[in-house]
């Protein structure tokens, strides 16, 4: 009797100890699948939804100094109050000139640019006014070059799609979100795809 009783506990502890690794067998194949280079991370959705620059690196902010920052006065609800009123102008909240200029001479130092000659580039805002760019804070702005390292990638005509974003906004063809992060993103595709384009139809 004493016999079969011993025999049935070796029975349950060995089921136990069956049990127990199997479960740290699953739990080690779901962390090593995790991580492990068959099963990569899937990226975020923000860093997905992001391509890469199609123009030079000369034409664009420093990602890290210059991220881009909105203005909170403005939003989607009342862009027909300020941005998308004819009587609205940028000049009601642009920086003062002094303000821009000693920043401009600090980014320059910053960027450790070749050309330290502040009358070479614009202050400019990555995010404009006219689409609820932040008017003041350094992240929002840099020195942006009038001659790049291509013809067509300087502040002139990064104006030029600041103005048809704008435009678009306005008519409703696009949302205030989506062109700020178009032009966040990458100017220039908008410039080659959308302004460029526009431009030799006329």
């Given at each position: 009797m004493r016999a079969r009783r011993s025999n049935n506990?070796?029975?349950?502890?060995?089921?136990?100890?069956?049990v127990?690794?199997?479960?740290l067998a699953?739990?080690?194949?779901?962390?090593?699948?995790?991580n492990s280079p068959e099963a990569p991370s899937q990226p975020s959705s923000q860093t997905?939804?992001?391509e890469p620059r199609i123009g030079p690196p000369d034409i664009y902010p420093d990602p890290v100094r210059t991220?881009?920052?909105t203005n909170p006065d403005i939003t989607p609800d009342?862009?027909?109050e300020n941005i998308c009123n004819p009587k609205w102008s940028t000049k009601s909240i642009r920086p003062p000139v002094n303000y821009t200029n000693r920043l401009k001479t600090e980014q320059i130092r910053e960027y450790a640019d070749a050309d330290t000659n502040p009358r070479d580039y614009e202050e400019d805002h990555l995010i404009p006014l006219e689409l609820g760019g932040n008017p003041k804070d350094?992240?929002?702005?840099?020195?942006?070059?009038?001659?790049?390292?291509?013809?067509?990638?300087?502040a002139r005509y990064k104006d030029k799609v600041e103005n048809y974003l704008h435009n678009q906004v306005?008519?409703?063809?696009?949302?205030?979100d989506q062109a700020q992060k178009e032009i966040e993103n990458d100017w220039y595709r908008v410039y080659t795809m959308s302004v460029r384009h526009e431009g030799a139809d006329r």
């Open positions: 506990s070796v029975v349950v502890v060995v089921f136990i100890v069956i127990i690794a199997a479960l699953h739990r080690t194949r779901q962390v090593t699948g995790r997905a939804a992001v991220q881009g920052a009342n862009i027909h350094p992240r929002n702005l840099w020195p942006e070059p009038y001659d790049t390292s291509i013809p067509d990638g300087g306005c008519v409703g063809n696009l949302t205030l």
